[in-house]
């Protein structure tokens, strides 16, 4: 069985079909061509997946496609390259393999909507449940702070 | 000369590897040093980006997974429960009926069609892609099905039915030493090492390779000595989890396979499959894409023999993905096995110590034959000592194959050897950093193994890592019931030699390069690096070279990589084909200018000639060359490395390895004395590399490698039962988090050039993981008074060892 929905993804209306048992994440990747989405665990375990589901960070490799329904998606492609995020990142040198960082960028994303000025605990807490095996933590705490600070004009 | 200054401190771009709440004591948190300043290509030594960042961060960036692949057949794999059993039957007529199932292929379907060659592996070709008659792990690949979508694939597979007549297993390490049952009946050693032929057809044993280091007369010696200390240790199996999953696609076209994989190994596994399907290597091509992390999982035979095989025999396209569940049965790392001893004279010199290895390689042997030879020869660790011996085996047990991981084997040894030297150090109540640094090897000192030491700085390592915890001052306060210690731990491993590269340099028409290697980038910074060094031959700026994606077609081979050897192989080819380069250009200069060679001078974009200053530009230099716009001048080098083959009986040879990794781990950490829990307050990390060529990259390695070894130190392993896997999904499989890293850690880049590295540069990819885990359970030794043998350090592990001995005063 399948169902026809629609979502915004990065801004841009969609309106796909999908199988009533499809996951998210394979929607995104398979019908709509997000490389940023990613399957690394498959248990929503290591946050390589996570979009933001109306501004709210979600394992998309957990949500059935048709609960997108009328949502609007996040995907870090969506972010503009000047996206303070994105260019914090970069500028930190907060990657290696890069593979697990969009993960990173939408749960960074996330924190700085809510909160503008996180302290260094707060970011922890918030990205306790992403994986990074290269080991980049320490560049990434420093990219979200510096994030924040650009967003908060700290 | 140790360029290491902790002092230098000045440069802001640095990162800071502290959490922010450490107390600051003016160290700085990265104690890098400023380097040998300025080069005359400008670009080694630099912290140039990386490639691609904004690309990756931003998810753009295409991996293996995202690049077109057309219409395939999926595959879903049958594995098998038992782990050890005759296959009696294989019953796919279900999954075969299944809608939108194309295919259904057991083991005995492969066999038919590529009888023995079928076998496959680096070290000893005993590997089915799907098993033959009989399954010797839990896991193991039993029957494929191909359909047309990978979700019909999958549980179609599991539809599948086999019978099995179960066979006695083996599981310990050391049962399967004593044996039987045996693993495999003989043993069938690969053409790959020509040194292991003799193995062939060998029977009986599970020991699939033994390696003796034999100097002089450990007996006596230990017999005499004033001190001595003896221990049994454990490091368990773990798994590398690199977070992109396995993924490989295979074309059959044209009587060619074209193969898109996750490898680090293109070259090895174009002519394992050429091998396989009886083809020339020129109709096998091998593409990779960078990878999304490997730490050598993704190396030698992984999907590849399946899905050529596959695709070869059904002349279709074939793609498999391999399962978070299915990539934890694919490799592991080895569960090691180490009893040693080590022994002091009344002066406190280390003048004996023994170490008997067993490698826990699994069903089968993989690389494993070389990890235990080549960590054999390091057993005893980096000091000077007149009297070695060392046994090291590698052991068949009905697992999951273990291969390569990070530190090849010897991180588990250097637990064994760094927690002896320590209990010697305490045994004669020296101070383990003074005690280590009496005994360890200096600069042209000859190891036990026979191999003299070259830019290989142990002292300065271990005196940078110790004065940046502060070593000599007392401990941090800290209320009860947490309690502070401090450890240090030092690792030496020699690099795989010999080894093969090659590099294809282009020079376009418009002055931007194209450099053609088979270095697999995978987070390791390997496209940045190797830009830089032809930048710095060229005097070229970042983004100028580009770096090619391997593909069997078009760069070059290369041994493989891995065994942190592609900064110095690879770069130093990569260095000499542009060399070739600027001479060719300078040549082509001098023509045209009307003045000798000596006198033109290369910058960025021009050559300049010093007496007439008259400069041409590089686009109308080879414009004028070819007399057409967008051509390409090539140059090209090979670099080989070669090696004395370790003595049948001593294990000693004069030249065992073209360099050495040095480094050192200091810990300073609080163990709760009522959960067992640890507290990881500061982790100093040195590592002499030669040459920095970019001092960010080389930071990053040291730090992600020491994130990678706490997980290892406190609660990384896969947990067997009967040959079981249990915790083989990252619901189970714990893995550090940010929650885990350290509060603070300090990098270190000690550089001592190494005589013939590519601007004095070696590798540092595993360097900084070797002695985390030794440096960490010294912490703990000196924190609470208790040793532990076994790793991990979990509290639980903690907790009986504190109640069983009692903390310390």
Redo the contacts between chains.
Sequence with gaps: MSTTIEMSLNGTPERIVVGDGELLLDALRRRLG??????????G??G?CTVLVNGASTSSCLTLAVRADGAEIT???G?P?DHPV?AA??A???????????GF?MMATELLAGDPSPD?EAI?RH????????????????AIAAAASATSGG | MTRNDLDDIADSDR???????ADSDGTADSGSIAGYGATEGGAVGQRW??V???A????????TA?EPAGRCCFVGVHRSDRPHARILAVRTEAASQVPGVAAVVTGADLHAAFGDRLLSGPAFADQPALAVDRVRYAGEPVAAVLAWDLATARSAAAGIEVSYADLPAVHDVDAAVAGPPYVHETLRPSAVFRDLAHLSGRSGTNVNYEYNLRCGDVAAATAAAATTVSGEFWSPPTH??????PCATAWPQDGRLELLSTTQTPSYVRQAIAQLLGLGLNQVQVRTR??????GSKMYDRLEPLVAALAWLLQRPVRMEA??EEAFYLTTRHGVAVTGHMSADAGGRICAAAADVRYDTGAYADIGPRIAAKSGTVACGPYRMDNAWVRSRCVYTNKPSAGPFRGFGVPQLTWAHESLVDELALATGQDPVAFRRRNLLREGDVSAMGTKMHSADFVGCLDAVAAAVGWDRPLPRTAAPWQCGRGVGVAVKAVLTPTISNAVLQLNQDATATLLISTVE????SDTIMAQIAAEVLCMQPDQVRVVAADTDVTPYDTITAASRSTYHTGNAVRLAAQRMRDRLLEMASARLGVPAVDCKLTSDAVLSGSTQRSVSLPDLIHGHFGALGTTLTTESNFTTDWVPYDGTTGRSPQITEFWFAGAVAAELAVHTRTGRVRISHLAVAADVGRAINP?LVE?QL??????GVGQSLFDQLLFDEGRLLNG???DYQ?????D?PQR?TPIIIENPHRSGPFGAKGVGETAIIPVAAAIGNAVRNAVGVRCRTLPLTPERLLAAMQADGPAA
């Design positions: 997000c490389t940023s989405v990613r399957e690394g665990c498959g248990v375990m290591c390589a995907t870090a492609e972010l390259p994105v990142f970069v930190a040198g907060a990657l290696q393999c890069g593979y697990c960082i969009p960028v260094r922890a990205i306790a449940g992403n994986i990074c095996r290269c080991g980049t933590y320490p560049e990434i705490l420093n | 990162t800071a590897y502290s959490d922010g709440t980006p990386r691609a960042a904004e990756k961060v931003r998810g753009t960036f295409r991996y995202d590398h989890v690199p977070i992109e999953l960078p990878l999304g992390g490997s730490f399962t978070r995978m987070g390791q910074g960010a990053q730090v992600g490698a020491a994130i990678m999904t990252m619901l893995l550090p988090s940010v929650r890293v850690i």
